[in-house]
């Protein structure tokens, strides 16, 4: 818990994490485990303490779309908690996923409602960025642009690996597997990329950058997609 600040948490007193962590339940999951399921009402706010939760949203037609690939020091049910509303999206935990679990009431009790607040607005903030920054994306580049703009999102120069499986990448990138696969063989065939079994390295970061369709170098904005701890 040291080691990661949660957004809807941040600014809380020591005494007061103290006590929220008394009162809460730390969850360590070692499979993967549905914890919140669009429609149904959420019976917890899931901070994330370390490894990762996968975010996806099924429509009327049953098409399913990977969402959002959550982090350590993200919150997933918040919304749901303090409006009362039902699950937006279904979070299912990755492997070895640790979370800590509170509800609206153990929130009030602890942590200011100035400060509540403000940390919620935070979070809004990023999300409505992170959808406008995909929106645009889904727009203005095609499918092997995307592939290689989300593997430079989820990758540093000082952590190259993302633990990304071909299909959970094909989901973010909106596209089919074949098509990934067919991208990351060119990658690596170039000896821009190193795939592994689950995981992904990056070799060539700059060749990566400048391996845009259109022969413009990909720029990302870091402050609009924030690389989870664990993907670094």
Not at 43 to 53: A, C, Q, S
Not at 99 to 109: F, M, S
Not at 114 to 139: E, G, K, Y
Not at 176 to 185: D, G, I, M, P, Y
């Amino acid at each position: 818990m040291t080691a990661v600040n949660p957004t809807l948490i941040a600014g809380m007193e020591r005494g007061q994490m103290q006590a929220l962590l008394a009162e809460g339940r730390v969850l360590n999951l070692p499979r993967p485990r549905e914890v919140l399921r669009q429609g149904e009402p959420a019976d917890g706010v899931y901070l994330i303490l370390k490894g990762r939760i996968e975010v996806s949203f099924i429509d009327v037609n049953g098409n399913r779309v990977l969402a959002h690939l959550a982090g350590p020091g993200e919150a997933m049910g918040e919304v749901e908690q303090f409006s009362g509303r039902t699950c937006a999206a279904t979070c299912t935990t990755m492997a070895n996923t640790t979370v800590l679990i509170v509800d609206a009431a153990l929130l009030l009790r602890h942590l200011a409602p100035d400060l509540l607040l403000r940390n919620i607005a935070d979070i809004f903030h990023d999300r409505l960025t992170r959808d406008n920054r995909l929106q645009s994306l889904a727009m203005f580049y095609g499918a092997e642009d995307r592939i290689r703009i989300h593997l430079l999102s989820m990758t540093s120069i000082e952590a190259p690996d993302v633990q990304l499986s071909q299909t959970e990448l094909a989901g973010f990138a909106g596209c089919s597997r074949q098509t990934v696969n067919k991208t990351l063989a060119q990658l690596r065939d170039a000896g821009i990329v190193q795939m592994g079994r689950g995981a992904i390295r990056v070799l060539d970061r700059v060749r990566l950058e400048n391996a845009h369709c259109g022969n413009d170098r990909i720029v990302l904005d870091n402050s609009i997609f924030r690389i989870p701890e664990d993907l670094r």
